[in-house]
């Protein structure tokens, strides 16, 4: 594997260095009194960036792993739940929902397009079985984020008494999430990548009207995934924790270096400053379209929705999505992303997050996609 390669991906993206360096210590204990320490560190720390009161768990796995602890946990069987989608995401959170027996009232939006807020919100009032809300807050497949659709239905969704749960796997950390302002009661994130860490934990927070909900369901069918048992087993005693075993135990093995990791990570978030990390994201995405622009590639959403996090630009006509990456990666070690799903080969999706949202990695980025395109025979028009 070349050493050198430019992870400009939209995740698992590069980390600092200072994160690499965190890791490298023998193994540890998961029941050490230094790592427990160091653990709670990082809710605290977790809290912070999800700028909430709420409970984080701690999970290891992918962003996904969250999604289906979340879906299994706060969904019964049968229960109707309305799923906003408008890329493929979207879908797959809809797709676990299924798996679990949910009865998914879907409405899809056009890839890279608005969600009509007054028909979301027309479906809600009139069908009163909906007990809870989903959607993707940025979608990756799409480079299109959903702040004001976030913020709106999270209020919606507190004045109708329904469960919100948002996925901000590619948002968390480089885009303004506060969690507790928005209402949203189920934060599902990952730590590899706007948060700056590292593949393997998945993060969920949950507030107390999603405990509510748990704690009066009779049969949760999943021994390692059940986020239940993080409540009754390792959530403090002070912040509402049951601690069956009459002391704090983890439910599941905890991956001791990737926490490390992330606590790293986390600490440079605090050091930057929230404003003033999502203002380096939103210039990084700005630059990186700017530039795209300029090279004569047209952006794929909305602008007005184009993501701080990861930008994508249709493929020109007469071009090949998996040669430009090929070249990319070959002539000029930049690693970038294809699409997904019915997108796979009409765009090309560039990361800007924690670690690489910098001009610096977004110039380099854009001078290799210029490069690129003149090999292939794209001019300017």
């Known amino acids: 594997m070349d050493e050198k390669l430019l992870l400009m991906t939209p995740g698992p993206t590069e980390v600092d260095p200072r994160v690499i360096r965190a890791m490298i210590r023998p193994s540890i204990y998961h029941y050490d009194q230094d790592f427990i320490t160091l653990y709670?560190?990082?809710?605290?720390?977790?809290?912070?960036?999800?700028?909430?009161?709420?409970?984080?768990?701690?999970?290891?796995g992918s962003g996904r792993t969250g999604i289906e602890c979340a879906s299994l946990s706060f969904v019964e069987r049968g229960e109707r739940v309305l799923a906003i989608t408008c890329g493929t995401f979207g879908n797959w959170f809809i797709e676990i929902l299924k798996v679990y027996g949910a009865d998914v009232l879907t409405l899809s939006f056009p890839k890279g397009g608005r969600i009509d807020l007054e028909y979301v919100k027309k479906v809600l009032e009139?069908?009163?079985?909906?007990?809870?809300?989903?959607?993707?807050?940025?979608?990756?497949?799409?480079?299109?984020?959903?702040?004001?659709?976030?913020?709106?239905?999270?209020?919606?969704?507190?004045?109708?008494?329904?469960?919100?749960?948002?996925?901000?796997?590619?948002?968390?950390?480089?885009?303004?999430v506060p969690v507790d302002r928005w209402n949203i009661d189920v934060c599902i994130t990952g730590a590899q990548k706007a948060l700056g860490g590292l593949a393997g934990v998945s993060i969920v927070s949950v507030s107390?009207?999603?405990?509510?909900?748990?704690?009066?369901?009779?049969?949760?069918?999943?021994f390692t995934l059940d986020l239940l048992r993080w409540k009754q087993l390792w959530v403090k005693k002070e912040r509402g924790g049951l601690l069956l075993r009459g002391r704090r135990s983890f439910p599941v093995i905890p991956p001791t270096h990737l926490i490390l990791a992330l606590n790293?990570?986390?600490?440079?978030?605090?050091?930057?400053?929230?404003?003033n990390r999502f203002r380096r994201h939103e210039?990084?995405?700005?630059?990186?379209?700017?530039?795209?622009?300029?090279?004569?590639?047209?952006?794929?959403?909305?602008?007005?929705?184009?993501?701080?996090?990861?930008?994508?630009?249709?493929?020109?006509?007469?071009?090949?999505?998996?040669?430009?990456?090929?070249?990319?990666?070959?002539?000029?070690?930049?690693?970038?992303?294809?699409?997904?799903?019915?997108?796979?080969?009409?765009?090309?999706?560039?990361?800007?997050?924690?670690?690489?949202?910098?001009?610096?990695?977004?110039?380099?980025?854009?001078v290799a996609l210029e490069g690129t395109l003149k090999k292939l025979g794209f001019r300017k028009r």
């Open 40 to 60: 709670d560190e990082t809710e605290d720390l977790l809290r912070s960036v999800f700028q909430t009161e709420n409970d984080i768990i701690m999970l290891p």
């Open 126 to 176: 009139e069908d009163e079985k909906i007990t809870t809300i989903v959607m993707v807050h940025n979608e990756t497949s799409t480079a299109a984020i959903y702040s004001r659709e976030v913020e709106a239905l999270g209020c919606l969704a507190k004045k109708l008494g329904k469960l919100f749960m948002v996925d901000t796997i590619s948002s968390m950390g480089g885009a303004n």
């Open 208 to 222: 107390q009207k999603a405990w509510d909900k748990i704690l009066k369901r009779s049969v949760i069918k999943s």
């Open 264 to 275: 790293e990570s986390l600490k440079i978030i605090v050091d930057e400053g929230l404003e």
């Open 283 to 366: 210039e990084a995405a700005s630059e990186m379209r700017k530039l795209g622009m300029e090279i004569g590639l047209e952006l794929f959403p909305e602008e007005a929705l184009a993501s701080p996090t990861v930008t994508a630009f249709k493929v020109p006509e007469g071009t090949v999505g998996k040669q430009i990456r090929q070249v990319m990666r070959e002539d000029y070690s930049i690693l970038v992303a294809g699409g997904m799903d019915e997108l796979s080969e009409k765009i090309i999706r560039v990361g800007h997050m924690g670690y690489t949202a910098n001009k610096e990695f977004v110039k380099r980025t854009a």
